[in-house]
T-cell receptor, first 113, second 114 residues
């Protein structure tokens, strides 16, 4: 079945650093990828939608300059959390769509000290 | 605007008992509906989906859900719970098509007692 790989699965870093998370579709071309954020014991909150070769569409309240999204190819999208602070600590999940229901990555646990 | 409400943030059943997780939706257009399962520190796995074909949808791991337009519901059931079913379950509705932006419910944590 369709597989989406997300890397890294866990990252701990100091406040002020930038962190890049990769989302790859391994066996299909993903015209659209979605980035979600999930707080403990809560649902997924859509952050942005990225389409290959164009600018991402951010949901209301999500800072574009804080969460940089690049969808440079049909198999790769990246989310960069710039100048991360402790309040950015969360579980980030990507999903990819290639004409079928979305397929989700395994998520990235981001902890900012 | 579309929305999803899951009744009960936590459901506990005994092993072998019926599992019933409730989901109600709101949509101004014919919806695409999904149930996903999430295990700790993992992403979401699709259990089943409704895409305007049969109203009774069968999914993986013995789960099924019935789309009831009159009740705007899409409840998830499993006849006999297994310990491995303990997880977080999310109901979701898609805007426009089955690959579109997903609106998730709040989630229901299922516990299975021995």
């Amino acid at each position: 079945g369709a597989v989406v790989s997300q890397h890294p699965s866990w990252v701990i870093c100091k406040s002020g650093t930038s962190v890049k998370i990769e989302c790859r579709s391994l066996d299909f071309q993903a015209t659209t990828m979605f980035w979600y954020r999930q707080f403990p014991k809560q649902s997924l909150m859509l952050m942005a939608t990225s389409n290959e070769g164009s600018k991402a569409t951010y949901e209301q309240g999500v800072e574009k300059d804080k969460f940089l999204i690049n969808h440079a190819s049909l198999t790769l999208s990246t989310l960069t959390v710039t100048s991360a602070h402790p309040e950015d600590s969360s579980f980030y999940i990507c999903s990819a769509r290639g004409g079928q229901p979305q397929h989700f990555g395994d998520g990235t646990r981001l902890s900012i000290l | 605007a579309q929305s999803v409400t899951q009744l009960g943030s936590h459901v506990s059943v005994s092993e072998g008992a019926l599992v019933l997780l409730r989901c109600n939706y709101s949509s101004s257009v014919p919806p695409y509906l999904f149930w996903y399962v999430q295990y700790p520190n993992q992403g979401l796995q699709l259990l089943l989906k409704y895409t305007s074909a049969a109203t009774l949808v069968k999914g993986i791991n013995g789960f099924e859900a019935e789309f009831k337009k009159s009740e705007t519901s899409f409840h998830l059931t499993k006849p006999s719970a297994h310990m491995s079913d303990a997880a977080e379950y999310f109901c979701a509705v898609s805007e426009g098509n089955q690959g579109g932006k997903l609106i998730f419910g709040q989630g229901t944590e299922l516990s299975v007692k021995p």
